[in-house]
């Protein structure tokens, strides 16, 4: 092993290319790209879903109160039928 | 000290160390850019050179490995996209281009380079911190969080897988 460590203490340091500082400088001053956060993607879809969910709940409770309506009706024609003077 | 004065004080150091992970130019230069991004961020943390040195160490130590984990990652994706199953060793690095290598040796450092590449990291780090960057066992147990002890013992089973490599390499 001794002289395979040998030559890989042969490799030479070299100098880092000019272009690294350029292409760090783009890096710092290139906007940020604006990214909704996850925690607001998910706020609004909790808000969308409880939307959804009382307007089905709404949608239920006014068709049962029409129904109870209609069935109060027809009570009320029964009893007009069973009425004798 | 502002970020010009860091960035002049260490970027061999960063850009020749990520050379060490990668063995090729673009992407040490790619590592070493995405070290410095970081440096940028947190560097107003550190009052002491010495530490700020170990930090910027140990950062390039794990920004070379996520940068090789993630092309290992892509590479797979890629040649499973392509349906391609002609090759599955992907701990090898194809384009080996590393200029501190003299001519001379270039082929026998690519062989050890593509054992080393094959190493568990934790081995990999303590070979190349040890062996190439000449560093002390003190300095690296410092870079790797760890005590000389552990450094050392990770040396030797890296020594022990290499040879191992080796000879099953020459064997073949």
């Known amino acids: 092993m001794k002289e395979e460590f ?30 909704v956060p996850i925690s607001w993607i998910r706020l609004a879809a909790a808000i969308l879903v409880l939307s959804l969910v009382t307007e089905i709940y709404t949608l239920v409770q006014t068709n049962q109160s029409y129904k109870q309506q209609e069935i109060s009706s027809l009570v009320n024609i ?8 | ?30 590592v070493a850019q995405d070290v410095f991004l970081k440096v940028y961020e947190k560097f107003g943390q550190f009052k002491e050179a010495a530490a700020l040195k170990t930090w910027i160490y140990r ?12 092309k290992k990652r892509k590479k797979r994706w890629s040649l499973f996209t392509a349906k391609s199953i002609e090759s599955d060793d992907h701990s090898s690095i194809p384009d080996f281009n590393h200029p501190g290598v003299e001519l001379e040796n270039k082929e026998e450092v690519e062989r050890l380079f593509s054992l080393i590449n094959e190493l568990p990291e934790n081995q990999k780090t303590a070979l190349i911190l040890l062996k190439i960057e000449g560093l002390s066992q003190v300095e690296a147990a ?6 000389p002890k552990a450094v050392e013992s990770l ?13 099953q390499s020459e064997g073949k």
């Not at chain 1, 029964?78 to 003077?85: D, I, K, P, T, V």
Request: aromatic share 8%; glycine share 2%; hydrophobic share 35%.
């Open chain 1, 6 to 35: 040998d030559i890989l203490n042969k490799i030479k340091k070299v100098e880092a290319p000019d272009s690294l500082w350029n292409g760090i400088q783009m890096a710092i001053h290139q906007p940020v790209a604006e990214i």
């Open chain 1, 78 to 85: 029964n009893q007009n039928a069973l009425y004798h003077e």
């Open chain 2, 1 to 30: 000290m502002n970020f010009e004065e860091i960035y002049r004080e260490h970027k061999n150091l960063v850009y020749n160390l990520a050379l060490q992970y990668t063995q090729n130019t673009q992407d040490a230069e790619e």
């Open chain 2, 59 to 70: 950062i390039t130590v794990n920004q070379s490995l996520d940068y090789i984990k993630a």
């Open chain 2, 142 to 147: 410092e870079i790797l969080e760890t005590s």
């Open chain 2, 155 to 167: 040396f030797q089973r890296a020594k022990k897988n290499l040879a191992e490599k080796l000879r």
